[in-house]
């Protein structure tokens, strides 16, 4: 028996970076439950909180969790292709409204980027940062790529992506329902333009439709910023 | 085996997808691009596999497990935000609102005239 080495495979295993994923995730979602799903006790934000603790707990290290970690996180791209079959199941809706949401997506591309980087510039951020915000409203492979390409540091940029998306995720519910706007294919094409795909898992949980529209809206704002933000980032040098 | 079907087609579209983006140096990502492929395929033939039908909307229900090993990213990153301090999460914050409600009204604005010339 030698609990060093015991200690050491918790801590390097991929095996217990996925058990550890799996089991912050279960543990999320019950605690959402007893909590009748209020917006604060949102399964992301109190899985990655769960899962920081215990990584500090054990003394394991970002890369070595990771090596687990990025089994689960592999999954996001079927994950992401899937988002095609509710959004075919709105099909109808989508035809009677493409004219307004192509306009919204595209408005809602400058709107995050300028936003980020204007009250950015407004607090005084260096340079550096500003551009590594202009990508925070879009998925993560999008916004490193685009922020690598103009300068910025793609980490940053991943960082800023995921905070927003989690204050995303917990915030719509509650302003939307203040402001009373409670269509779903508006709440899901905002969150989808807003907080991208951890927005999009939250609204899959109040409506199907919301998830698809979501989901649609982080692809093509994915697109949109990708194009805007290449074009903008010189009036920043 | 509607499960191994399921795989086939989100795995087959996403490599699809990434095949395009590099082939073309695409600024999408290959799973962006799948999922508007597999759409224009479904609209194509006008319906959803049966295995698909059956196991998407349950793995999509636990979308948020995906993204919890990128939020302990934090973890490594943590000096580098701590470094930029308060308006950081100001900025976040603020321009995660701005982001969701100025699209969201305007969205809601055009979807009413929209009807309304519909109805005229």
Redesign the interface.
């Known amino acids: 028996m030698n609990p060093m080495a015991a200690v050491e495979v918790l801590r390097t295993s991929p095996l217990s970076?996925v058990f550890v994923?799996?089991l912050?995730?279960k543990l999320?979602?019950l605690f959402n439950r007893r909590c009748h799903g209020h917006p604060l006790s949102?399964?992301?934000l109190i899985?990655?909180l769960l899962?920081?603790g215990w990584?500090?707990a054990t003394g394991t290290?970002?890369?070595d969790?990771?090596k687990g970690?990025?089994m689960?996180?592999m999954?996001?791209?079927?994950?992401?292709?899937?988002?095609?079959?509710?959004?075919?199941?709105n099909?109808s809706r989508l035809k009677?409204?493409a004219?307004?949401?192509a306009?919204?997506?595209v408005?809602?591309g400058l709107?995050?980027i300028v936003?980020?980087v204007g009250?950015?510039w407004l607090?005084?951020?260096p340079q550096q940062?500003l551009l590594s915000?202009t990508t925070?409203?879009v998925?993560?492979?999008?916004a490193m790529?685009?922020s690598q390409g103009i300068g910025g540091?793609p980490?940053?940029s991943?960082?800023?992506v995921?905070?927003?998306?989690?204050?995303?995720a917990v915030?719509?519910k509650p302003?939307?329902s203040l402001?009373g706007?409670g269509?779903d294919?508006?709440?899901g094409?905002?969150?989808g333009?807003?907080?991208h795909?951890?927005g999009?898992?939250?609204v899959?949980?109040l409506s199907?439709t919301a998830?698809a529209f979501a989901?649609l809206a982080?692809?093509l704002n994915?697109?949109v910023t990708?194009?805007l933000v290449p074009l903008l980032a010189p009036l920043l040098h | 085996m509607p499960m191994i079907e399921t795989?086939l087609?989100?795995?087959g579209?996403?490599l699809a997808?990434e095949l395009i983006s590099r082939s073309f140096s695409l600024?999408?990502?290959?799973?962006?691009l799948?999922?508007?492929?597999?759409?224009c395929t479904?609209?194509a033939r006008k319906s959803?596999p049966e295995s698909?039908?059956q196991n998407?909307?349950r793995?999509?229900?636990?979308?948020?497990?995906?993204?919890?090993?990128?939020?302990?990213?934090?973890?490594?990153?943590r000096d580098?935000?701590a470094g930029?301090g308060w308006?950081?999460l100001?900025?976040?914050?603020?321009?995660?609102?701005?982001?969701?409600?100025?699209?969201?009204?305007?969205?809601?604005l055009?979807?009413a005239r929209?009807r309304h010339k519909e109805e005229a």
Do not use: C
């Open positions: 970076g994923t799996l912050a995730y999320a979602v949102n399964p992301v899985g990655v899962l920081l990584l500090l290290s970002y890369r969790y990771m970690g990025v689960v996180q999954l996001l791209g079927p994950a992401t292709v899937a988002l095609a079959v509710p959004l075919y199941g099909l009677r409204a004219g307004p949401l306009i919204t997506i408005f809602g709107v995050g936003s980020a009250v950015g607090l005084q951020l940062v915000l925070r409203a998925t993560t492979p999008i790529s685009v540091i980490e940053l991943a960082m800023f995921i905070l927003s998306g989690i204050f995303g915030i719509v302003l939307f402001l706007m269509d294919m508006v709440l094409t905002a969150t333009i807003s907080a795909g951890i999009t898992a939250r899959f949980q199907e998830g989901g982080m692809g994915g697109v990708a194009i | 795989l087609w989100l795995v579209y996403q997808g600024p999408l990502p290959g799973p962006v799948g999922m508007l492929l597999l759409f479904l609209a959803v698909m039908k998407v909307p793995f999509l229900s636990h979308l948020s497990l995906l993204f919890i090993p990128a939020g302990a990213a934090v973890l490594a990153y580098l935000l930029f308006q950081l100001v900025v976040l914050a603020a321009s995660t609102i701005l982001t969701l409600l100025l699209p969201g009204l305007l969205l809601k055009l979807l929209h």
